[in-house]
Antibody, heavy 116, light 113 residues
């Protein structure tokens, strides 16, 4: 069965970077785009971007361009999302999700807390 | 960017009654070449990751109870729960995947009356 397992919670200081991993299993990793979505506490879902694990091609929401980098390691079927120059309002749960039409499988989420 | 607007923001429905959530997109999300609406519905319960209920505006995902249905086309869409169960209490989101950024609606909180 399909699983997306994310790395654990992170605490960062403002200005630092964070890299969240998302290990996929149970399907052909290179056949489906990986999307990243974040959710601040008590808020809605915010789409950040997608990556094609086969080609490495990415597309980021304009809000995150210049600050986010999505990559992958096909040998370990792992996708990564790195967010730089963190601010307090980047505090959120970050999700990876596979896109198959809609986002059909989601990771468990990674809480990133940005605090001085 | 396409803007997705849900209504209402919150909804209270009695057990066994029908719940209806609307989603309006600022642009047409029907792709003419395949006649598909690029619209998904998700359910999110507290402390959980979102769960995909419906893709292509009306295609229910495997394992989703048939009391959930999606309808609509082009710019206006609806998620209907035909007979509300206690386990349906959640926040529901629509999302377009017609063009990036794949924006979500702001969410509709569904509660029991």
């Amino acid at each position: 069965q399909v699983h997306l397992v994310q790395s654990g919670a992170e605490v960062k200081t403002p200005g630092a970077s964070v890299k969240v991993s998302c290990r996929a299993s149970g399907y052909a990793f290179t056949s489906y785009d990986i999307n990243w979505v974040r959710q601040a506490t008590g808020q809605g879902l915010e789409w950040m971007g997608w990556m094609n694990p086969n080609t490495g091609k990415t597309s980021y929401a304009q809000k995150f361009q210049g600050g986010v980098t999505m990559t992958r390691d096909t040998s370990t079927t792992t996708a990564y999302m790195e967010l730089s120059s963190l601010r307090s309002d980047d505090t959120a749960v970050y999700y990876c999700a596979r896109r198959n039409g809609g986002l059909d499988f989601w990771g468990q989420g990674t809480l990133v807390t940005v605090s001085s | 960017d396409i803007v997705m607007t849900q209504s209402p923001d919150s909804l209270a429905v009695s057990l066994g009654e029908r719940a209806t959530i609307n989603c309006k997109s600022s642009q047409n999300i029907l792709y003419s070449s395949n006649n598909k609406n690029y619209l998904a519905w998700y359910q999110q319960k507290p402390g959980q990751s979102p769960k995909l209920l419906i893709s292509w505006a009306s295609t229910r995902e495997s394992g989703v109870p048939d009391r959930f249905s999606g309808s609509g086309s082009r710019t206006d869409f609806t998620l209907t729960i035909s007979s509300l169960q206690a386990e349906d209490v959640a926040v529901y989101y629509c999302q377009e995947y017609y063009s990036t950024p794949y924006t979500f609606g702001q969410g509709t909180r569904l509660e029991i009356k």
